[in-house]
């Protein structure tokens, strides 16, 4: 029997959709959520809780191990960032130098940046500061703030590791941990940095780990290191939301590149996968050469580049993400109405990671995956395995399905891309903004 077999399982269901909404009937206050924290949530604009945030929280505020399950958008940031706080602000103690008394675990910078802006407002609410660590950037800031002491420290575990290394950060005091996206921390391979980084906490210490599905590598996890948690699950492990349509474009080699340019130029705030890196930029420049200002993310860009395309993005100034497999955990952009799959990915867990950019919290979305011929046997194994129901048809540049999908015309001018499946060849285009 696994380890979770064990634990308490409290499940709350979102709504017929699959997709967490806010419960009606509690509050955080009813919760038992501090008054200063409540006013904080409220001052952003969060007034009622979310399922996970519904069940998790009183387990975690009464000082339980937790293992929560549920999608991104699902809303388990606040489910640990208020209980970490919380935690934090009644304990009264201060940070020494060095000793940080929180750690917080992701798998991606730009899912540390989304989480340490949850967390801000929270921790000014209640005096605490926290520092927000991680690699693509000089590491003299956060040496400083960890020389000054800070309370909560949210951390991708390479650059944790180097700090710790070199002696600027000590896990001694840490009084809270949670690990969030334990499943994709598994898929990147980093379970064995976490299990170095967790093997350095107190053993009596609080921890909260969340994670989207629950598979053999995080039950091991669980099984180390949590100690008879409350198992909240809010959502299937591995399932696509009613609100989510998904649609199989059958295409032609040499028409890829129309239909996918006809796909990135609706209306709406779109975000197109690529299978490289290379594929990405040139995708982007391509679309961007077109008429369709598109901005690119990846891993081989500088991190303020990553952020200011992800950050134009998110403020709608471009409303075309090109995107690898960085972009397909962690990352919360509100609205995003299509997520194409231009170039599949390898196996289901990707593509469900990718298309559950949309369709988040109650919103209606659609995913298009676009499949030559040399492709329809790998994607339909892919949707069978994913558990999905997928429309089927075979389109063409300006088909009258694309500029319905869409909601707009089909574009004046194709991108030039060559026939390579891996990605295309462009002329030089305007730097990304």
Not at 126 to 154: E, H, K
């Amino acid at each position: 029997m696994s380890s979770t077999a064990h634990a308490t399982e409290r499940s709350r269901g979102g709504d017929a959709s699959g997709v967490a909404a806010p419960t009606d009937h509690l509050s955080f206050r009813g919760l038992g959520v501090p008054a200063a924290l409540v006013k904080a949530l409220a001052d952003g604009g969060v007034t009622t809780p979310f399922p996970i945030q519904a069940a998790a929280l009183p387990d975690a505020l009464a000082g339980r191990d937790i293992l929560g399950r549920g999608r991104t958008g699902s809303g388990k940031t606040i489910a640990f960032a208020v209980p970490v706080v919380a935690t934090l602000a009644a304990a009264g103690r201060r940070p020494s130098p060095r000793r940080p008394l929180a750690l917080v675990l992701v798998p991606t910078r730009e899912l540390a940046a989304q989480v340490s802006e949850t967390f801000a407002p929270l921790a000014r609410a209640m005096g605490l500061r926290t520092v927000t660590i991680y690699g693509g950037v000089p590491q003299n800031r956060q040496v400083s703030a960890l020389r000054q002491g800070v309370d909560v420290v949210i951390a991708t575990p390479g650059r944790l590791e180097d700090l710790i290394a070199q002696r600027h950060c000590d896990l001694q005091d840490i009084a809270v941990t949670v690990i969030d996206e334990a499943d994709h921390m598994a898929d990147l391979g980093f379970l064995p940095a976490v299990t170095r980084i967790l093997e350095q906490t107190p053993g009596r210490g609080q921890r909260l780990m969340f994670s989207a599905t629950l598979d053999r590598a995080v039950d091991a996890l669980v099984a180390r290191y949590l100690h008879n948690p409350a198992v909240h699950s809010v959502d299937p492990a591995e399932a696509s939301p009613d609100l989510l349509e998904h649609h199989l474009f059958s295409v032609q080699l040499g028409h890829k590149a129309a239909v996918v340019t006809d796909l990135a130029s609706g209306r709406g705030r779109t975000l197109l996968f690529a299978r490289t890196k290379h594929g990405a930029k040139k995708l982007a420049k391509n679309l961007t050469t077109a008429g369709i200002p598109a901005v690119e993310l990846h891993g081989n860009l500088s991190q303020s580049v990553r952020q200011r395309n992800l950050a134009a993005f998110t403020d709608g100034s471009v409303r075309v993400l090109v995107a690898t497999d960085i972009a397909a955990r962690g990352i919360h952009v509100d609205d995003i109405a299509l997520v194409v799959h231009v170039d599949p990915p390898a196996e289901h867990k990707t593509f469900l990671h990718r298309s559950g950019r949309t369709a988040r919290a109650g919103a209606a979305g659609a995913v298009v995956t676009v499949v030559t011929p040399d492709q329809t046997k790998d994607v339909r194994s892919l949707v069978r395995q994913a558990g999905i129901r997928a429309s089927s048809c075979t389109v063409v540049p300006g088909d009258p399905q694309t500029v319905a999908l869409t909601g707009a015309p089909a574009p004046r001018r194709a991108a030039r891309w060559g026939p390579r499946a891996g990605g295309p060849r462009a002329p030089r285009g305007p730097r990304a903004r």
